[in-house]
């Protein structure tokens, strides 16, 4: 017989699925991610032990019964306003958690605030607290330092250098997206890194300097999006609008309430092999140049 | 310098999985620089300005596309490379893909599977039960296809199954469809929004083929075992899977197939039914449709015309089956008086006999339920006759006629040596299951029974359950019975009734 299980939470742009007999294939099949497309956008099927992306629909489901389910590529998944079938599975919406993963932040972030995110992340990269090549390449910038290099963190450590000693808004963000596409992973480093880089100048919203860059990546990152991967180009273009995964969200939340925000950065860190780290870097890298921090 | 260059389209690992291979590559000696990358515009181009990636390979790669460059100084690092490279691609595509298993016990399957959720049981009746509670106690929903389960058996299975809310289909249940798996003796059908609930075998199959070819399909199929709806047991089955049916988001209408239920389950089916907002529509074969009266559910006579309204509400249709052409009419039998029916499948025979019953009065049969029609001997016709050769005096000892045709084939060739015969019934299950080529084995027989044959009009009707995605494809199957004389009708209801007109006739 078919397992039944509950669709804990799916963004509210995702509304759409349940609302029509929608019809999606499995575009790709990963340990704890499947991700479906209707031959346009990702929506991707994730067990709950996974933070709530833009992408995502979140099952209450343990990790080791989603590496169980059996999806094969191509198969249809059809969804209806009480959920989905798939995999020999239901999946119920019934008491679904429908959420925002649009950044809306209570206040243009005071100094201080931004000081201790800021701050927190310039020690972890200090002490090369993270993973991969960006992280390493990021720390070699700033502690001038020379740790041996691939040749994409070769690049990517030039590229920083050069995006931290650029001045003007269209230098910076000429520099950020040479990293488009660059690096090791299904969502390459430097696409996590400008995802990272995005959210910084969003919570940055309403500082001049920040508004500047980020006017300006808007308009040229979706000149570039289409030389990625089809899953990052995906997160590429949310993160273009403003949305991000909740823990995310919650860092930028904590920082404005004046909460601990080190546990949620290391969850940040979780995030796939290297992406959380890159992520954070990119932000790391935001934050400096859009609240002119140094 | 030795460069080789892979790429592998639309190839979607994770991180991880990448990284273990680039480090793999890295680790060989000889090999100076290796990467496995996604070939995205920049990956490619510092591929290429490192050395690793030649340019008329560099063009041929796409942003989803997997590209590896493996730079050795020698022929001989590279070609360890490669291997390496292709074993790493060979053990992860395993993984992924998953291989069949078979394990000798419950214990290591369950050891060794992480979630398992439903399990086979075909087993001698006598060790069915003890493995059957293994796998529920494991998790695992049954289906139960051995016979000679006792009643004590079922029941204590029923109750645990119940009580930690896991079908047990069965004992004795030979078909159901699972999310579009068939399993047991089923058909190939297409999916829909129709959940069906059966207490009987063939009954289920002739219902999901009816459906599927009035262009409908099926979301689950459901069996319970036969004894499920009886006082003994009480519709723990029946009540559960109607309730899952209920909750599946893939069902719109629910069906259900069966012999009429105990008063008392009935009760119970009728008030959980009340709770649904689905239609239920029910054949229970044999009852009057009485027993819907004040009910919710749509009462049917035939599993036929149970197909049919599921399949307008469904698509909100107002079909009919059809009735008897005028060419269907003028068959006339010249010679014998009686009936015989000879079925693999026991839902279809109880179908026709309630059927003709109604036209001809009495039918004996070995499935009888009023004990004054029962045949003393099965191995005799006597009168009007319907016989069950799936019911247990056939199949001690004998495969089941679904699989192996051989006793209903001499039964036929016995049947049509009796002068008495005027028309013979018969049935034709396909599917998963059943005899590769069940028509052919029928026209076989047939042809063997012309030779001694002493009734030289004997009406030979058959009706073929199956569909043209089926193994032995419907069609096919038609045509063969058609080349030998056989009389194919679209559906056993269809089939009963135009042997009930042609010996109404002959009364008349």
Redesign the interface.
Same mark, same amino acid.
């Given at each position: 017989m078919f397992n039944i299980y509950q669709i804990k939470a799916y963004p509210s742009h995702l509304q759409f699925l349940f609302e029509d007999q929608v019809t999606l294939r499995v575009h790709s099949v990963f340990k704890q991610t499947v991700n479906l497309t209707d031959g346009n956008r990702i929506y991707t099927l994730q067990h709950s032990d996974l933070p709530s992306t833009p992408l995502s629909i979140k099952i209450e489901i343990s990790r080791k019964a989603f590496e169980n389910l059996t999806p094969i590529i191509g198969q249809e998944i059809k969804f209806n306003p009480k959920g989905c079938v798939a995999f020999g599975s239901v999946f119920e919406i019934k008491d679904a958690v429908v959420h925002e993963c649009e950044m809306k932040m209570a206040h243009v972030p005071i100094h201080a605030e931004l000081t201790i995110l800021y701050d927190e992340l310039t020690k972890q990269l200090f002490d090369h607290n993270g993973k991969g090549e960006m992280v390493k390449a990021a720390h070699n910038v700033i502690t001038e330092s020379k740790s041996s290099l691939s040749v994409f963190g070769e690049h990517m450590e030039r590229v920083i250098n050069d995006l931290m000693i650029s001045t003007s808004p269209l230098e910076i963000v000429h520099q950020a997206l040479k990293l488009i596409g660059v690096g090791e992973g299904l969502t390459p480093s430097g696409d996590d890194f400008n995802c990272g880089f995005a959210a910084a100048l969003f919570y940055l919203k309403g500082i001049r300097s920040a508004d500047e860059i980020r006017q300006i990546h808007q308009l040229e990152l979706p000149k570039l999006w289409n030389t990625t991967t089809t899953i990052s180009r995906e997160y590429l273009m949310y993160a273009h609008e403003g949305k991000f995964n909740e823990w995310v969200i919650r860092l930028f939340d904590y920082c404005q309430k004046g909460k601990d925000i080190v546990p949620t950065l290391n969850e940040i860190k979780t995030i796939g092999h290297s992406s959380g780290s890159d992520f954070l870097t990119g932000m790391y890298f935001g934050l400096r140049a859009g609240g002119k921090l140094t | 310098m030795k460069i080789h260059n892979v790429v592998k389209a639309n190839a979607?690992?994770?991180?991880?999985t990448?990284?273990l291979f680039?480090s793999k590559l890295n680790t060989i000696e000889g090999v100076q %620089?290796a +990467?496995v /990358?996604?070939g995205?515009?920049?990956?490619k181009e #510092? /591929?290429k300005?490192?050395g690793?990636l030649t340019v008329e390979f560099a063009s041929s790669v796409k942003?989803?596309d997997l590209v590896i460059g493996i730079k050795a100084v020698t022929q001989e690092a590279l070609d360890l490379a490669i291997k390496t490279l292709e074993e790493q691609f060979e053990n992860k595509t395993k993984a992924?893909s998953?291989e069949k298993v078979s394990f000798k016990t419950v214990e290591a399957a369950v050891k060794n599977t +992480?979630?398992l959720?439903?399990a086979i049981v075909s087993l001698p009746g006598r060790f069915a039960k003890t493995e059957a509670m293994k796998c529920l106690k494991n998790g695992m929903?049954v289906l139960l296809f051995s016979d000679n389960v006792s009643i004590e058996e079922e029941n204590e299975l029923k109750d645990y199954a119940v009580e930690h809310q #896991? #079908?047990l289909m069965g004992p004795d249940c030979g078909t159901a469809i699972?999310?579009g798996v068939a399993l047991g003796f089923a058909n190939v059908v297409k999916k829909g929004n129709i959940g069906l609930v059966a207490a009987s075998g063939t009954g289920l199959q002739e219902a999901t083929v009816i459906i599927d070819k009035l262009g409908s399909g099926i979301s %689950?199929a #459901?069996g319970t075992g036969g004894r499920d709806v009886k006082d003994a047991v009480g519709g723990k089955t029946m009540l559960l899977a109607l309730e +899952?049916l209920s909750?599946?988001? %893939?069902t719109n209408v629910i069906g259900i197939v069966s012999k009429p239920p105990s008063p008392s389950v009935l009760n119970k089916i009728v008030n959980l039914v009340s709770t649904f907002d689905k239609p239920v529509v029910a054949c229970f074969l044999g009852a009057s449709l009485d027993v819907f009266a004040d009910t919710k559910i749509i009462g049917c006579e035939t599993v036929e015309d149970a197909a049919y309204a599921l399949v307008n509400i469904s698509t909100q249709q107002s079909l009919k089956p059809g009735s008897l052409t005028d060419d269907e009419k003028s068959i006339r039998s010249t010679s014998g008086k009686y009936l015989r029916g000879l079925y693999t499948g026991g839902t279809l025979a109880y179908e026709a006999m309630l059927i003709l019953k109604h036209q001809l009065g009495s039918i004996y049969s070995n499935i009888a339920s009023d004990e004054q029609y029962l045949l003393k001997d099965p191995e005799l016709s006597h009168q009007h006759t319907i016989i069950d050769m799936g019911e247990d005096y056939f199949t001690d000892g004998m495969p089941h006629p679904m699989i192996d045709p051989r006793l209903r084939s001499e039964r036929i060739k016995k049947e049509m040596k009796d002068a008495d015969t005027a028309v013979l019934l018969l049935d034709c299950v396909l599917g998963y299951g059943s005899h590769s080529d069940p028509a052919g084995a029928l026209v076989e027989a047939i042809i063997e029974g012309r030779k001694t044959q002493t009734n030289e009009n004997i009406i030979l009707i058959a009706s073929v359950c199956g569909t043209e995605a089926d193994p032995q494809r419907r069609s096919a199957q038609e045509e063969q019975l058609r080349q030998a004389g056989v009389i194919v009708m679209p559906t056993n209801a269809q089939a009963a009734r135009l042997a009930a007109y042609v010996l109404g006739q002959k009364g008349a």
């Open positions: - | 979607y690992f994770d991180s991880v990448l990284m680039s %620089q +990467a /990358m996604m995205t515009d920049h990956n #510092l /591929m300005n490192s690793i942003s989803n992924v998953g +992480a979630d959720n439903f929903n #896991l #079908l699972i999310n %689950q #459901l +899952a909750k599946d988001p %893939q």
